[in-house]
């Protein structure tokens, strides 16, 4: 992973004084994270998370409420909220936490959970526990060293808990091969050079540094298709929600507007649209559940 990961949604907190980083919820192509531009996609962005919390082993016995204890389980980057539904779900019973760095993020899952306890966290420096359940979902990518990373996510584990990790795995897709690509325009190149993410990990990585501290690990990637309705725009937005952030962040309204004009052209040739105006987003995601 890089020494200086872009700005993202688990270490760094929006500066509205920055004029190259607005806030207004309003302005369509504001880098700040938002969650109106994060739900424009609920429904796609959500599956993979249903997909791993269905996984999550069951609790043992005895944190089910030992001594009267409940459970604690924790969604770490948790935006606005999508995904700390899907956990609450799952442990309705349990003191469910979420963790984010953005306020508009928290904002918006106070507002869709208000049952859930919700606070702004560095996730880069957060230590608690111990919990039942961390849930980390398209979170850690943004975050360097997995190799102290995840050790220090099971050491907040109780025993017989679970960490629950899904990541993006597309780095090679062309919508990432071409904001690289559109990033080193000399128009804007030294002000984007080293915001791509180009390093990652696979289960070869995770499985054996888990192993050695987890009795169960579980890794499997999966491929989903999104059919985006809009053709290549519609691509464009999927991404201003995550991925095209740390380059946004850094242009000023012009050069992102035009950054933004090239990157479109240049989708539209990668992921042609069907017949109906519709395009299928092909999306491969690493899970990892490991279970101490």
């Known amino acids: ?17 920055n004029p190259a980083n607005p806030t207004n919820p309003t302005n369509p192509t504001s880098p700040a994270w938002q969650a109106s531009q994060y739900l424009k996609f609920e429904d796609e962005r959500t599956r993979p998370v249903r997909d791993l919390v269905s996984a999550i082993p069951p609790l043992p016995a005895s944190r089910k409420g030992q001594g009267g204890a409940t459970a604690r389980v924790v969604d770490i980057g ?8 899907v956990l609450a779900a799952r442990y309705a ?22 049952q859930c306890k919700f606070d702004v966290a560095d996730i880069a420096a957060w230590k608690d526990g111990p919990f039942d359940v961390i849930l980390a979902n398209a979170v850690l990518q943004w975050l360097p060293d997995h190799e102290t990373l995840y050790p220090r996510l099971i050491a907040c584990l109780a025993p017989g808990g ?34 791509e993410r180009t390093a990652r990990h696979g289960a070869s990585f995770y499985y054996p540094m888990l192993r050695a501290l987890c009795s169960r690990v579980d890794i499997w990637r999966t491929t989903y298709y999104h059919p985006l309705t809009g053709g290549a725009p519609a691509v464009v937005e999927w991404f201003k929600g995550s991925a095209l952030r740390p380059f946004l962040a850094k242009l000023d309204d012009a050069s992102r507007e035009a950054f933004l004009a090239r990157y479109t052209d240049e989708v539209a040739k990668a992921y042609p649209a069907l017949a109906d105006g519709t395009v299928l987003l092909p999306f491969p995601r690493l899970f990892v559940v490991a279970t101490r």
């Not at 899904?166 to 190149?189: F, G, I, K, Y």
């Open 93 to 114: 019973q349990a003191q469910v936490l979420g963790l984010d760095s953005s306020q508009d993020m928290i904002d918006a899952a106070r507002r869709r959970l208000p």
């Open 1 to 17: 992973m890089p020494q200086n990961p872009p700005p993202n949604p688990a270490n760094v907190a929006t500066n509205p004084a």
């Open 162 to 195: 679970s960490l629950a990790v899904q990541t993006p795995d597309n780095l090679d897709e062309p919508a990432h091969r071409l904001m690289r690509e559109v990033a080193a325009d000399a128009r804007w190149a030294d002000r984007l050079r080293g915001t």
């Open 78 to 85: 948790c935006g606005p909220g999508n995904s700390t539904e």
